[in-house]
Nanobody, 126 residues
Framework: QVLLVESGGGLVQAGGSLRLSCAASGLTNSIYAMGWFRRAPGKEREFVAA????????RYADSVKGRFTISRDNAKNTLFLQMNSLKPEDTAVYYCAANRGRFEGLSAIAGAYDNWGQGTQVTVSS
């Protein structure tokens, strides 16, 4: 299994920035791609961004494109999400997830991911 632990959430004003981290441990060599999802109060979980562990490709939801950047440090088994120009509608619990190869490509579907972190709260005030 892969254990994922997110950190970096918090309260920020609209227009501000936050950087989320996700530390992976366990069978990290089995990870094919990683992603970030979020769940806002009263809403379904939604895809935010994903990156191949090779670093050759990324994918973003239209709602965050140009504002968020996903990256990874394979040497440290850590995934990042740099969030700039935050909006109140970005308020959610953010989860990182690991795809261990059952699905090829950068999926925006939660079911393609095998392991999930516990989540970190991001609150953007207006």
């Amino acid at each position: 299994q892969v254990l994922l632990v997110e950190s970096g959430g918090g309260l920020v004003q609209a227009g501000g920035s936050l950087r989320l981290s996700c530390a992976a441990s366990g069978l990290t060599n089995s990870i094919y791609a990683m992603g970030w999802f979020r769940r806002a109060p009263g809403k379904e979980r939604e895809f935010v961004a994903a990156v191949m562990l090779s670093g050759l490709a990324t994918r973003y939801a239209d709602s965050v494109k140009g504002r968020f950047t996903i990256s990874r440090d394979n040497a440290k088994n850590t995934l990042f999400l740099q969030m700039n120009s935050l909006k109140p509608e970005d308020t959610a619990v953010y989860y990182c997830a690991a795809n261990r190869g059952r699905f090829e490509g950068l999926s925006a579907i939660a079911g393609a991911y095998d392991n999930w972190g516990q989540g970190t709260q991001v609150t953007v005030s207006s």
